[in-house]
């Protein structure tokens, strides 16, 4: 267990869906990072919340969003889901911006499937 | 921006055999970083390297940084089935990942 808790783990839904996958950092961290892998294809970054503000932006899709709470927790929100949006997608969190500090514990990912 | 190119992307070596993978920056970086991604896992920081001609190792992997703080190696000896993976680097604005390299052993 990483400490970087990710939920739900799999989720399949359909075309033109929306979803919400939720991220919980490891405790004392307030960096969140959204990645997307796609099925053996590296790690494309989304978007880097710090202390609940938005810090840096990926090539993120319009029809993602996301955001992270008081409690640091962090929400990726993706709507009219396409077949291409299937992939694993990442959370990672770090202790804080400074490059010397900023090593990410990943949680184990969500893994969205649209049929 | 700053780009970061991993090779090779594939490499299947004979297990007991050595393994290398490259990582290069278009830019100069403060520090990189190395991950390592179990099949069906998730990426897990292996190491950072600060200084210019930096090396570190941990027990079979060596990790270098380049004098000119572009590029990056990772050295493997004598590999073992429990070094499969993707390997991934990663500069200090974590939003670019090398494309990262994947290591199959042939037992």
């Known amino acids: 267990d990483s400490g970087v808790t990710q939920t739900p783990k799999h989720l399949i839904t359909a075309t033109g869906q929306r979803v919400t996958l939720r991220c919980s950092p490891r405790?004392?961290?307030?960096?969140v990072y959204w990645y997307q892998q796609s099925l053996d294809q590296g790690l494309q970054f989304l978007i880097q919340?710090?202390?609940?503000?938005?810090?840096a932006k990926g090539n993120i899709l319009e029809r993602f969003s996301a955001q992270q709470f008081p409690d640091l927790h962090s929400e990726l929100n993706l709507s009219s889901l396409e077949l291409g949006d299937s992939a694993l997608y990442f959370c990672?969190?770090?202790?804080?911006?400074?490059?010397?500090?900023?090593?990410?514990?990943f949680g184990a990912g969500s893994r969205l499937t649209v049929l | 921006g700053q780009q970061v190119m991993q090779i090779p992307q594939y490499q299947h070596v004979q297990e007991g055999e050595d393994f290398t993978t490259y990582c290069n920056s278009s830019?100069?970086?403060?520090?990189i970083q190395w991950y390592k991604q179990r099949p069906g896992g998730h990426p897990v920081f292996l190491i950072q390297?600060?200084?210019?001609?930096e090396v570190k190792k941990q027990k079979r992997l060596t990790f270098q940084f380049g004098e000119a703080k572009k590029n990056s190696s990772l050295h493997i000896t004598a590999t073992q089935t429990t070094d499969v993976g993707t390997y991934f680097c990663a500069g200090p604005e974590k939003y670019i990942f090398g494309t990262g390299t994947r290591l199959k052993i042939l037992a």
């Open positions: 990672a969190s770090s202790v804080d911006l400074s490059s010397g500090a900023n090593v990410l514990t």
């Open positions: 390297l600060v200084k210019s001609g």
């Open positions: 405790s004392g961290d307030l960096s």
């Open positions: 830019t100069t970086l403060s520090n």
């Open positions: 919340y710090y202390n609940g503000e938005e810090r």
